[in-house]
């Protein structure tokens, strides 16, 4: 089954941004950009608590069958994003829970296997975490879009935002915040762990309006 949404194609401007560089990069340390965007007309501060997955899941072409579990980032890599999500989090304010404790938010770590991001992917790549939601649920992110871009490198990192207390509702799952890490998970384990976290910090430094 393909994507059905429509495909946004990351970038903010990836091109443009890594072209005020005074010199190309050396290596794949130097393509790491990292774009966030949110939605200007909603207070992350009414919500206290947040959950998040075990794991990062690897987004596809063909999402996986209702019901299974999609592929997912090594495990030591995965769980140190994880870590750092739940880091910043907490030093902003916020609770963490599970996700039968009816968190307030979720935020969803993904990886692109492709040179392309689709922010409309299918719903069942979280099925197996969340479940119960509702079919054909589609993402919606009030208040903004994010950016058109080119593309991003394969292996870059998504983070969405989601607010649970009206995810469902009408078919649609809020997102009111996103991050995009490029080309985070590129080389060896020890190096894309380094990035990632690297790549998750900046995300919440760039982010200072998440916070109780």
Do not use: H
Request: aromatic letters at 12%; glycine letters at 8%.
């Amino acid at each position: 089954m393909k994507l059905q949404l429509q495909r946004f194609f990351l970038g903010i401007g990836m091109t443009a941004l890594l072209a005020c560089a005074p010199e190309l990069p050396q290596d794949s340390t130097s393509l790491d950009v990292v774009y966030t965007n949110y939605n200007p007309d909603y207070s992350f501060g009414q919500g206290r608590t947040f959950a998040l997955p075990d794991n990062v899941v690897i987004l596809s072409d063909v999402p996986p069958v209702q019901g299974q579990r999609p592929p997912f980032l090594e495990f030591a890599t995965g769980r140190s994003i994880i870590n750092a999500i739940r880091s910043n989090m907490i030093a902003r304010g916020f609770t963490p829970v599970t996700q039968f404790d009816n968190p307030d938010y979720v935020i969803l770590p993904s990886m692109t296997d492709q040179n392309e991001l689709l922010f409309s992917y299918n719903w069942w790549f979280w099925d197996w975490w969340i479940p119960n939601l509702g079919t054909g649920l589609r993402w919606q992110y009030p208040g903004f879009q994010p950016a058109v871009v080119t593309s991003v490198s394969t292996g870059s990192i998504l983070l969405q935002f989601v607010d649970m207390k009206t995810a469902g509702t009408g078919g649609q799952v809020e997102v009111n915040w996103v991050s995009v890490i490029n080309g985070a998970i590129t080389g060896s384990s020890s190096s894309n762990t380094d990035r990632a976290v690297i790549g998750v910090n900046q995300a919440f430094i760039q982010s200072p309006y998440i916070k109780r």
